[in-house]
Each structure stands twice: as C-alpha cells, then as structure tokens.
C-alpha cells in the first residue's frame, strides 16, 4: 500500500469517526435526563398525569372504527420535537385528518426509534387503551415502570396484553395496574413471568394498587 493510499485511507477513517462522534453528541443532547438548568428541551409530562392528551401531538395512528371514533397509534414523533424524556405518556385522545379519536390500542413496535431508546423511565398508559400490540415496547432498557393509569373515577378499561409487549426491557422493574384488568391473551391477570415480560429484570412487580 502506497503512502498516499495510506494518507486517504487515514482521512476516511478520520471523517468517519468524526461523523460518529458528531452523531453521538447531537443523540445525547437531545436524549439527556432533565435537571434544572440543563438546557434542554423539556417534555411535557409529569409522574400524576393531569392531562392524558398533552403528548397527543407526538403520535400518529390509524382509524379502527370510523363510527365509534376509536384509533390505534402507529407512530411516536420524536425528533422533530427534540424531546428531553424521561416519561412517555400515551394520549386518550389523537387527530387524524382533523377528526379527533379515542386511543383504545397501541400498535406494534411504535417505539422502535434507536434514539428513544437511549433514556425512556417511565411510561403511563392512558385510561381508555383496551389492547397493546405484540413487542410494543420491545427493547427499551432504560424502560424502568409502566403505570396503567386511570381517569379521575379512578376508572380504567381492561386490558389485554400481546405476548412479547415488553420484550428484553432489561431494566423494567416495576408495573402499577392502579386496579385495572390487565390481562394476557389467555385473558389470565398477567404475571412478572409471562411471555408479555421476557427478558425483563429479574426482580419485576407487578403492584395492582399503590
């Protein structure tokens, strides 16, 4: 190999790594956990959400039933957004075509984004959602606790889990049903050893009520 060979084989690698590095940076800044004065960009939510459809902007979705106005959510908008996460809460509520639905599923692999997997903590899955599809929630391992939540009745619809919903969350310790039926495919109350949890910490709960 030449020594010219030499010199444009180093600057290839140079700009490579210095792409990643570039990649990695913008990532991380993007991605950060919030502390005061961090700088970043905030998302709205809170541990006690007040306002379920807050978050309603970064999904997209599918209509199921046109009559009874109910969608399925297909897509998580993030980086547009530039969201500094550490909740993700699923909205009662998503417009599509300027006609607003009710989110009673939650499909298949909606957060498979490689960026929102680097800091996700807690997700709250809103009162209405009846079903969550298959692998939903895949490979988030910085997912730590999932609360089921419910509307200020203290209500919440059943719900039924796919198998593999939370799949190789390795660090998902931790899912608060707040009361509500949460079930598996068998239509049996999901347990921290069920298929909808492989992968999950060793030490998962499963708390019904706080």
Known sequence: MTKRTNTIMILIISVLLALAVVSIGTTAAIWTSSAPGSGNTVAPATDSPENWNVWAKYFGGEIIDENLHTARLTVFHSDSYGLNLETVIIPNIISIDGKDYKVVEIGNQIFADATLKQLPVKVYISPEVKHISAMAFSNLP?????????????????????DFTFMMCAELSTVITNGRSVTDTANLPITAAGLAFMGCASNLTIIENL
């Open 142 to 162: 910085n997912l730590t606790k999932v609360v089921f939540g419910v509307d200020e009745n203290g209500q919440g619809a059943n719900c039924v889990l796919d």
